[in-house]
């Protein structure tokens, strides 16, 4: 089962040349797979279906699209017949869905049947576009026996829910597992297994998603950064309560290093968690994860980037 989702793979420019500017999330995800030749030889007998569950550039990814997703997934994936299920998705935060998706969906579920995203970072117009290949990379590991988890494929490499981060902004390699590393190649067809397949969430970070949907309000998080000069200001406004606007519920913040912060930012985020705003401390180094310190009064991200550790965050505001 493929579900189509948007992103540049299902994206269109008015020239062929033009990699940049173009218009993502506008061709079917049924079309994209009429694209693909040699799909029948990976398809070994299989019967490929579709579903366009939304049509986004998934820079405006929104919390009813995850929540749509993920109750698709698991009705798909609860069928006998269904081996796997694909995703085709924007590069920009398909981490962040993988992510949600692993924290998610019923471990009795991927720990049996993969579930694979992909994406492209050149449109399907593109003179060389590269999401025929990633689908059809996708395909084979969702159909590679064994494979269960959620994972990502992107330019012949297998990368966990869990690690898989943006790395590049142009090159179509644009993904890195951090220092995890990929999880596998795919190479003319076949998946070279390099780690153990993901394992699913078990208690740590699991959200029932029937639980996700008793809050109709998802609890609002915010990430702050921390650099110099940075004086805290921006943590004090949004301490402020506004009309119409959710209050804040907690706060990621991405630290210099070990997740350290300007001595200014971090009196701000003291008040913050004084007024009962969840902190938790990250970092903006792209590797490495956050060591706890003895007697920090914020809570830290461990190995998640700022991004996860926000919906890790809101999903565990959700789940008291
Ligand atoms: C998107 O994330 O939807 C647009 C960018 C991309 O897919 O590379």
Same mark, same amino acid.
């Given at each position: 089962?493929?579900?189509?989702?948007?992103g540049t793979i299902a994206g269109t420019a008015?020239?062929a040349?033009d990699n940049i500017g173009y218009t993502a999330?506008q061709v079917? $995800? /049924?079309?994209?797979?009429?694209?693909?030749?040699?799909?029948?030889?990976?398809?070994? #007998?299989? &019967?490929?279906?579709?579903?366009?569950?939304?049509?986004?550039?998934? =820079?405006?990814?929104?919390?009813?699209?995850?929540?749509?997703? /993920?109750?698709?997934? *698991?009705?798909?994936?609860?069928?006998?017949?269904?081996?796997? $299920?694909?995703?085709?998705?924007?590069?920009?935060? @398909?981490?962040?869905?993988?992510?949600?998706?692993?924290?998610?969906?019923?471990?009795?579920?991927?720990?049996?049947?993969?579930?694979?995203?992909?994406?492209a970072m050149r449109p399907a117009s593109a003179l060389?576009p590269d999401g025929?290949?990633?689908?059809?990379? +996708?395909?084979?590991?969702?159909?590679?026996?064994?494979?269960?988890?959620?994972? +990502? *494929?992107?330019? #012949?490499?297998?990368?966990?829910? @869990? &690690?898989?981060? =943006?790395?590049?902004?142009?090159?179509?390699?644009?993904?890195?597992?951090? !220092? /995890?590393?990929?999880?596998?190649? $795919?190479?003319?067809?076949?998946?070279?297994?390099?780690?153990?397949?993901?394992?699913?969430?078990?208690? =740590?970070?699991?959200? +029932?998603?029937?639980?996700?949907?008793?809050?109709?309000?998802?609890?609002?998080?915010?990430?702050?950064?921390?650099?110099?000069?940075? !004086?805290?200001?921006?943590?004090?406004?949004?301490?402020?309560?506004?009309?119409?606007?959710?209050? @804040?519920?907690?706060? *990621?913040?991405?630290?210099?290093?070990?997740?350290?912060?300007?001595?200014?930012?971090?009196?701000?985020?003291?008040?913050?968690?004084?007024?009962?705003?969840?902190?938790?401390?990250?970092?903006?180094? +792209?590797?490495?994860?956050?060591?706890?310190?003895?007697?920090?009064?914020?809570?830290?991200?461990?190995? @998640?980037?700022?991004? =996860?550790?926000?919906?890790?965050?809101?999903?565990?505001?959700?789940?008291?």
């Amino acid at each position: 089962m493929v579900l189509g989702t948007g992103g540049t793979i299902a994206g269109t420019a008015q020239s062929a040349s033009d990699n940049i500017g173009y218009t993502a999330a506008q061709v079917g $995800v /049924a079309q994209l797979l009429d694209g693909v030749p040699g799909l029948p030889a990976v398809l070994q #007998g299989h &019967d490929l279906c579709t579903e366009q569950v939304a049509q986004v550039d998934s =820079k405006d990814m929104r919390f009813d699209i995850w929540l749509a997703l /993920a109750q698709r997934v *698991v009705h798909h994936l609860a069928q006998a017949e269904v081996s796997a $299920v694909v995703i085709t998705h924007g590069t920009d935060t @398909l981490e962040e869905t993988a992510y949600f998706l692993h924290a998610v969906l019923p471990q009795d579920l991927i720990s049996a049947k993969p579930v694979v995203l992909t994406c492209a970072m050149r449109p399907a117009s593109a003179l060389n576009p590269d999401g025929p290949q990633n689908l059809m990379d +996708a395909v084979t590991v969702a159909l590679t026996p064994g494979s269960h988890g959620v994972v +990502a *494929v992107c330019a #012949g490499t297998v990368h966990g829910g @869990l &690690d898989v981060q =943006k790395a590049h902004t142009y090159k179509v390699d644009a993904f890195t597992s951090g !220092d /995890a590393g990929p999880l596998a190649y $795919v190479e003319e067809a076949q998946v070279r297994l390099l780690r153990k397949w993901p394992l699913a969430q078990v208690n =740590k970070g699991h959200v +029932a998603i029937k639980d996700i949907l008793k809050d109709e309000v998802w609890p609002r998080v915010e990430i702050v950064m921390n650099y110099a000069g940075c !004086d805290g200001q921006v943590v004090l406004a949004m301490l402020q309560p506004r009309d119409s606007v959710a209050p @804040l519920r907690g706060l *990621v913040v991405a630290g210099t290093g070990n997740g350290t912060l300007h001595h200014d930012l971090e009196r701000a985020l003291r008040q913050a968690v004084q007024s009962g705003v969840k902190v938790v401390r990250s970092t903006r180094c +792209a590797n490495g994860r956050v060591l706890p310190v003895a007697d920090s009064e914020f809570a830290h991200s461990e190995d @998640l980037s700022p991004v =996860k550790a926000r919906i890790a965050l809101m999903l565990g505001l959700m789940s008291r």
